[in-house]
Structure formats: structure tokens, C-alpha cells
């Protein structure tokens, strides 16, 4: 059974930063694209940046975009989201999620959480002065 441990999230302060990390427990991550969403109280939840497996493309919400950068460590089985300048927007819990690639090029498709198969349980992070 695919797992996910998500770790990171925390209370900070607008315009702070914050490391999330995904890592996977017993399957590896270097066949799956995977996808980092967010869900904020009472909205639907939404993608937010997503990455190829071993070629490393990847694919950022246009509200994201120069902020937030998603990376893999295939090594260490891990995918990493670093968020940066971040807002009271960004408050959400935020999910991890993996699909196996099909190597169809990352676009629009690939922020769409009804396209991925595992999810992780999700870390907080709040941004709140």
C-alpha cells in the first residue's frame, strides 16, 4: 500500500518561508509524477505544483509562480515543496499526491486532484501575523 508522510508545515509569519516535504514509504517515487495540492476551510481543494518523475520537469498554479519551487530527491524518496514570500492566501492544508507517469508532458492536467491515485494525509501551514 502506497504511504506518504508529510512533514513541514507550521504557523509563520507573511512574507516568511517554509520546506514541506513528501516522503514515500513502500514503493518508490521515481516512476510517479507528484503533485503538491492545498485545501483551504470551506473551498475545493486545489493544485498547486507538480513534478515528472526521474526527468524532473515541472508544472506551478500561476498563484504560485516565483514563490513556490517543488524538487525531488529521488535517493531519498522524497519530494520537497519550498515556499517562499508566503502570503495569508497560502493558509491550507497541503497534501502530497502521486500518479504514475505516463510521460505525457506536465501541464493543466497534472493540477487536477482527480487525475492522482495516492495521497498523503496532509500538513497545516498557516500564515498569519
Known amino acids: 500500500q502506497v504511504q506518504f508522510v508529510e512533514s513541514g508545515g507550521g504557523l509563520v509569519q507573511p512574507g516568511g518561508s517554509l520546506r514541506l516535504s513528501c516522503a514515500a514509504s513502500?514503493?518508490?517515487?521515481?516512476?510517479?509524477?507528484i503533485g503538491w495540492f492545498r485545501q483551504a476551510p470551506g473551498k475545493e481543494r486545489e493544485g498547486v505544483s507538480c513534478?515528472?518523475?526521474?526527468?524532473?520537469?515541472?508544472y506551478s498554479a500561476d498563484s504560485v509562480k516565483g514563490r513556490f519551487t517543488i524538487s525531488r530527491d529521488n535517493a531519498k524518496n522524497t519530494v520537497y515543496l519550498q515556499m517562499h514570500s508566503l502570503k495569508q492566501e497560502d493558509t491550507a492544508i497541503y497534501y502530497c499526491?502521486?500518479?504514475?507517469?505516463?510521460?505525457?508532458?506536465?501541464?493543466?492536467?497534472?493540477?487536477?486532484?482527480?487525475?492522482?491515485?495516492?495521497w498523503g494525509q496532509g500538513t497545516q501551514v498557516t500564515v498569519s501575523s
Open positions: 513534478i515528472s518523475s526521474s526527468r524532473g520537469t515541472t
Open positions: 499526491a502521486a500518479v504514475p507517469d505516463c510521460w505525457r508532458p506536465l501541464g493543466l492536467w497534472a493540477l487536477s486532484p482527480a487525475k492522482y491515485n495516492y
Open positions: 513502500r514503493f518508490t517515487l521515481d516512476s510517479f509524477v
